[in-house]
């Protein structure tokens, strides 16, 4: 698949000027949070998912584990799928436990014999979408969303489809030129993921959005903290395709943002986790993973860091049906061998080009990717 065809791509390739933006200043940080008794071991773990987001849950695991203290390094996808295939084929440890919204390249690694099988013990029934071969699971419930600041967006011109949302670039170009926001599927794993899975819906819908966004001369970014940052502060109106989690976080430390569930289909992620192979601590790394997939985990992860769940009603104040999976709008991305053919190498490259051609003027993926 592809966004578009390669002709019609051509067509759209003067509409965009690239505005760049630099990775997020966090980006391959560091932290460390002691034990909480004298430390007995340290279990570490490497990320593509927010500190701020993961922090109640680390934080909860230790009561119940108060002599493990816990370093966490957090990445953007690709960074982290790059050191994770180099020591995997060098056969060294790379932490203890991968977590990325990027579930497609887990599953990468998790096919190229990079996992460790791990029979889950005392948890919550796992979704079977988000289970494969007992190497990779989901632990969250994160649909696909529009971002809006209600300061530059009346309320007549909010859209709740993909069809609204390029309809209003067409009809009102001049406003909101420069002021759309979303992924640049170069850098981000998962910005990528969501573009090849809104390509595969049957709608042509998307390609007529590229257009419109290209036009719009969208602002593109690594990640969905970036995009948020910038519509919080004005310079951005409208983000397409954000982490629902992180978005409504963002509404609760601004009142002028609103999240917008999709009403034509809604894509889900389930954030993966995986205890590679090989790693110093694999029962400890065990020990975590059953706390993330445990009731006491799940409801952590919902009270104060991912927000969504399935079957269970939206955040309040969130824009869309009240219980999302109820609603037949919801796309859950499978986790399973249907995604590794969005990561071959030669389909990845193809994809990304067509897209590039669309939305990057003079793009350099080799720069990126």
Same mark, same amino acid.
């Given at each position: 698949m592809?966004i578009?065809? *390669?002709?019609? &791509?051509?067509?759209?390739?003067g509409f965009?000027?690239?505005?760049?933006?630099?990775?997020?200043?966090?980006?391959?940080e560091?932290?460390?949070?002691?034990?909480?008794?004298?430390?007995r071991?340290?279990?570490?773990?490497?990320? &593509?998912?927010?500190i701020d987001?993961? *922090?109640?849950?680390?934080?909860?695991?230790?009561?119940?584990?108060?002599?493990?203290a816990?370093?966490?390094?957090?990445?953007?996808?690709?960074?982290?799928?790059?050191?994770?295939?180099?020591?995997?084929?060098?056969?060294?440890a790379l932490?203890d436990?991968?977590?990325?919204?990027?579930v497609?390249?887990?599953?990468?690694?998790?096919n190229?014999?990079?996992?460790?099988?791990?029979?889950?013990?005392?948890?919550?029934?796992?979704?079977?979408?988000?289970?494969?071969?007992?190497?990779?699971?989901?632990?969250?419930?994160?649909?696909?969303?529009?971002?809006y600041?209600t300061?530059?967006v009346p309320?007549?011109?909010?859209?709740h489809?993909?069809?609204?949302?390029?309809?209003?670039?067409?009809?009102?170009?001049d406003y909101?030129?420069g002021?759309?926001?979303t992924?640049?599927?170069r850098?981000s794993g998962?910005?990528?993921q969501?573009?090849?899975?809104?390509?595969?819906?049957p709608?042509a819908?998307? =390609?007529?959005?590229?257009?419109?966004?290209?036009?719009?001369?969208?602002v593109?970014?690594?990640?969905?903290?970036?995009?948020?940052?910038a519509?919080?502060s004005g310079?951005?109106?409208?983000?397409?395709n954000?982490?629902g989690?992180?978005?409504?976080a963002?509404?609760?430390?601004?009142?002028?943002?609103?999240?917008?569930?999709? *009403?034509d289909?809604?894509?889900?992620?389930?954030?993966?986790?995986?205890i590679p192979?090989?790693?110093r601590n694999?029962?400890?790394a065990?020990?975590?993973l059953?706390?993330?997939l445990?009731?006491?985990?799940?409801?952590v992860?919902?009270?104060?860091s991912f927000?969504?769940a399935?079957?269970?009603?939206?955040?309040?104040?969130?824009? =869309?049906p009240?219980?999302?999976?109820?609603?037949?709008?919801?796309?859950?991305?499978?986790?399973?061998?249907?995604?590794?053919a969005m990561?071959?190498?030669?389909?990845?490259q193809?994809?990304?080009a067509d897209w590039?051609?669309?939305?990057v003027r =003079?793009?350099?993926i080799?720069?990126?990717e």
């Amino acid at each position: 698949m592809t966004i578009i065809t *390669r002709a019609s &791509a051509l067509l759209f390739c003067g509409f965009l000027s690239l505005i760049a933006a630099p990775s997020r200043p966090n980006e391959g940080e560091t932290t460390v949070f002691p034990a909480l008794e004298a430390e007995r071991a340290m279990l570490e773990i490497r990320a &593509a998912a927010d500190i701020d987001a993961m *922090r109640p849950l680390i934080r909860d695991f230790q009561t119940s584990a108060p002599d493990i203290a816990i370093r966490y390094i957090e990445y953007v996808t690709n960074d982290l799928q790059r050191e994770a295939e180099a020591a995997c084929n060098a056969g060294v440890a790379l932490g203890d436990i991968l977590i990325s919204s990027s579930v497609g390249q887990l599953v990468k690694l998790a096919n190229d014999g990079c996992a460790s099988p791990h029979r889950l013990q005392n948890t919550s029934k796992v979704k079977p979408w988000a289970n494969w071969r007992n190497e990779v699971f989901g632990f969250t419930y994160e649909p696909a969303v529009f971002v809006y600041n209600t300061r530059f967006v009346p309320p007549d011109e909010i859209p709740h489809t993909r069809a609204e949302l390029s309809e209003l670039l067409r009809h009102r170009l001049d406003y909101y030129r420069g002021h759309i926001g979303t992924f640049d599927i170069r850098q981000s794993g998962v910005g990528y993921q969501f573009a090849f899975e809104d390509a595969r819906q049957p709608s042509a819908i998307y =390609g007529q959005l590229i257009e419109s966004m290209s036009r719009a001369e969208v602002v593109i970014h690594c990640c969905t903290g970036n995009t948020l940052d910038a519509i919080s502060s004005g310079s951005l109106y409208i983000g397409y395709n954000l982490i629902g989690s992180y978005a409504y976080a963002a509404t609760k430390r601004n009142p002028d943002l609103r999240v917008v569930v999709p *009403r034509d289909y809604t894509l889900v992620l389930s954030r993966g986790v995986l205890i590679p192979k090989p790693t110093r601590n694999p029962e400890l790394a065990a020990r975590f993973l059953n706390y993330l997939l445990s009731e006491r985990g799940q409801t952590v992860a919902r009270r104060e860091s991912f927000f969504f769940a399935e079957n269970m009603p939206l955040p309040e104040g969130v824009d =869309g049906p009240r219980i999302l999976e109820a609603s037949g709008i919801a796309r859950p991305i499978r986790i399973g061998p249907a995604l590794l053919a969005m990561q071959d190498q030669a389909q990845r490259q193809r994809f990304i080009a067509d897209w590039s051609r669309s939305m990057v003027r =003079g793009s350099a993926i080799e720069k990126t990717e």
